[in-house]
Nanobody, 116 residues
């Protein structure tokens, strides 16, 4: 079992920045990949960025060059730094931890709102 606690969402003007944090607890040694997903009203949840235990990262095309994901193994925490935010980035952001193909866990979500 893995528990994920997210923080760092909020309201920001377009062009601004936010940093999301996701602290993992439980069987953290089994986590292969951590990532961030988001879901806007009326839309499906979509991948934003992921990072493997080896540090390999993957980003959705729309956030490349603006967002950065990193992982502090000592603190069992993953971060998502979001720069140059746009109104279309407004969504609930969810932290994800994947242990195997079939076993994954989700955080409770944190709201990010970008005003124009």
């Amino acid at each position: 079992q893995v528990q994920l606690a997210e923080s760092g969402g909020g309201l920001v003007q377009a062009g601004g920045s936010l940093r999301l944090s996701c602290a993992a607890s439980g069987t953290i040694f089994s986590i292969k990949t951590m990532g961030w997903y988001r879901q806007a009203p009326g839309k499906q949840r979509e991948l934003v960025a992921t990072i493997t235990s080896g540090g390999y990262t993957n980003y959705q095309d729309s956030v490349k060059g603006r967002f950065a994901i990193n992982r502090d193994s000592a603190k069992n925490t993953a971060y998502l730094r979001m720069n140059m935010l746009k109104p279309e980035d407004t969504a609930v952001y969810y932290c994800n931890a994947r242990l195997t193909t079939d076993e994954q866990y989700w955080g409770q979500g944190t709201q990010v709102t970008v005003s124009s």
